[in-house]
Structures are given as structure tokens and as C-alpha cells.
């Protein structure tokens, strides 16, 4: 890539291939914790994601 498109064109690209990847751990972070908290408690777990929390 490097020799391709040149110094700046591949850092560039590298900052948003890793800003791409940030958000993908993000959601599966996220995708993770929701599993393990309706694991946890599986008899509530639909009426506690869809209540409102006050």
C-alpha cells in the first residue's frame, strides 16, 4: 500500500481503517454485554430491554 499510494495517501488510509475497526469493536463490546446481562436473567429480560428506565 505504502509503495503504491505513497507516505501520506497510506496514513490516510491507515487512520481510517483503524477508526473502522474502533467502531467494529465497539458493537461487538456492546453486543457482548447485552448477551451476558440477558444470560444472567433470561425471565426478565425482554420487559427489562423494552421498559423505559426511570
Do not use: H, W
Not at 33 to 43: L, M, T
Not at 44 to 54: F, M
Amino acid at each position: 500500500m505504502l509503495q503504491k499510494l505513497g507516505a501520506a495517501e497510506a496514513g490516510y488510509y491507515f487512520v481510517a481503517f483503524q477508526i473502522a475497526a474502533l467502531l467494529n469493536s465497539v458493537s461487538t463490546a456492546v453486543g457482548e454485554a447485552v448477551f451476558a446481562e440477558v444470560s444472567s436473567d433470561p425471565s426478565g429480560s425482554v420487559n427489562s430491554c423494552a421498559a423505559p428506565r426511570r
